[in-house]
């Protein structure tokens, strides 16, 4: 089925429960609004219990079978789930335009693009994965296994929907657990295209089930269902602490990849391409990226030089619709999202800090559309609100430095650990910054980290690892056997 359509407002109502397209057991409609011209693209159901339980019971009648499935037979799903997927690519990063607001031509290359990245790497990962690995010489009959969790809860956000679904649901599949996705009622319909891949892939009735609705919903029935034994959320840190309390009491498997506030470090002597690499990043996908360096710290003594560089990076963005070709940055995802944005900016302007670019309201010309300014401040000190809270737009706040204890002090003064980030030509300085700063990615001169390097953080920012080898491993438990016979 076509996900979106140009005549008329599509209808994705149905679920896909036990291998099928389902009504949902209650009437829960939803529109979906395209954020580029505020006008409705879809209309979807918002599940309740009934609904959940049934992608659950389908999910827990799949298990047995499925994880007793043989390792290379699952490899060879997920094979060919890549090339369907790869296939549907104009579709998808149509869906993810007309949803979220990504650009087309970013939708397709970077949005679509980063789920077959991590599908390739997964499979990379999978084919040298041993279940069962010897503990040491020390133990020779001592043995390590990992097994599937079970039944797991995928919950995924609005703003990478492709990169953050893939990174749950290819490894799930790959460990032999079986799932549920919820992903973001916001922008669900990639992820309807994406249940339609796995479905033409032939993934066995039950092992991927897809429930839209709201947290309070189906992610709360998800977190607190007595069958799910593991949920993997991606999203805000206020839904991370609430998903935590709401699985306790069932003591399942949590695994959180949560919000950001990255510190970008440059020093003096960093390459002459370092601002104007960092604030690009910040404004890229309209700041909504967990990972976004949206704190620039700068030595003093290039201060005032990094401060233009900066701000005429903002002037230089362009910001335009997402239904058109080009290098320019989109929407943000939704009037309420707009709203939290504008009250930073002139939160910003209120606590003293200095504005270069940007600034409240609409870019000019534009009369529709959830779009941003792309705002840089100087002169911010680390206790303002636009240096500690997740903005999530495009949103520059720079602080200066004068001491490498310093800026590794205000990079570290963060509830939240994601990814920081070094500008330096000193090796030894980048190799000391990297294990003194608290977060979970240190990426330096704009070296991107390696294929199959897990991704996640520290702190506020959760503990969850995708990606990768650890990115399997987090879909499985680990089981210690002792009187093993290596030779059976």
């Given amino acids: 089925m076509n996900i979106v359509s140009d005549r008329a407002v599509a209808d994705r109502r149905k679920f896909y429960i036990g291998g099928e397209w389902v009504d949902p057991a209650a009437p829960g409609d939803l529109e979906v609004i395209d954020p580029s011209t505020e006008e409705p693209v879809a209309v979807i159901s918002l599940g309740g219990q009934a609904d959940t339980d049934a992608a659950v019971a389908a999910a827990k009648a799949a298990f047995p079978a499925w994880s007793q499935s043989a390792p290379a037979d699952r490899l060879a799903l997920v094979e060919k789930i890549l090339a369907v997927y790869e296939r549907r690519a104009p579709d998808m990063a149509a869906a993810i335009t007309h949803e979220m607001g990504a650009p087309q031509d970013m939708s397709l290359e970077d949005q679509v693009g980063a789920g077959s990245s ?80 796995l479905d033409e892939a032939g993934v066995p009735a039950g092992v991927f089930n897809l429930v839209n609705g709201d947290g309070q919903g189906v992610g709360t029935q998800l977190s607190t269902h007595p069958d799910v034994e593991m949920i993997s959320f991606t999203g805000s840190t206020r839904a991370g602490i609430a998903i935590s309390k709401a699985a306790a009491d069932s003591l399942k498997k949590v695994c959180l990849e949560l919000g950001g506030k990255g510190a970008n470090l440059i020093f003096a002597d960093a390459d002459d391409k370092a601002v104007l690499r960092g604030a690009r990043h910040c404004f890229y996908n309209s700041g909504q990226s967990c990972n976004a360096p949206t704190r620039m710290l700068v030595e003093r003594s290039v201060y005032e030089r990094a401060v233009e560089t900066a701000a005429q990076v903002a002037r230089d963005t362009r910001v335009a619709t997402a239904h058109q070709p080009g290098p320019h940055i989109g929407p943000v995802v939704s009037k309420a999202q707009w709203q939290k944005i504008q009250d930073m900016i002139q939160t910003g302007i209120d606590e003293g800090a200095r504005l270069v670019a940007g600034g409240p309201g609409l870019p000019e010309g534009v009369n529709r559309g959830y779009f941003v300014r792309p705002t840089v401040f100087a002169d911010v000190t680390n206790d303002m609100a636009i240096a500690r809270q997740e903005i999530f737009g495009p949103v520059l706040s720079i602080i200066p430095f004068d001491s490498e204890e310093e800026a590794v002090r205000i990079a570290n003064d963060t509830p939240y650990g994601l990814t920081s980030y070094v500008q330096s030509q000193d090796g030894a300085r980048r190799n000391r910054l990297a294990r003194q700063l608290r977060s979970g990615m240190v990426e330096m001169n704009g070296q991107p980290r390696g294929a199959g390097s897990a991704f996640g953080g520290v702190k506020q920012s959760g503990r969850a690892r995708e990606g990768g080898v650890m990115g399997l491993e987090e879909f499985m438990d680990s089981k210690a056997i002792s009187g093993w016979d290596r030779d059976a």
């Avoid at 929907?161 to 916001?186: F, H, R, W, Y």
């Fill in 118 to 197: 991590h599908i390739r790497n997964f499979i990379t990962a999978f084919r040298d994965f041993r279940f069962v690995r010897p503990l040491g010489d020390h133990a020779p009959s001592s043995m390590t296994a990992w097994e599937p969790v079970g039944v797991v809860g995928l919950i995924t956000p609005w703003n990478w929907p492709m990169n953050q679904v893939t990174l749950k649901v290819i490894p799930a599949i790959l460990a032999g657990d079986t799932c549920i996705l919820k992903p973001s009622e916001i922008a669900p319909l990639s992820s309807m295209l994406f249940a339609e891949i």
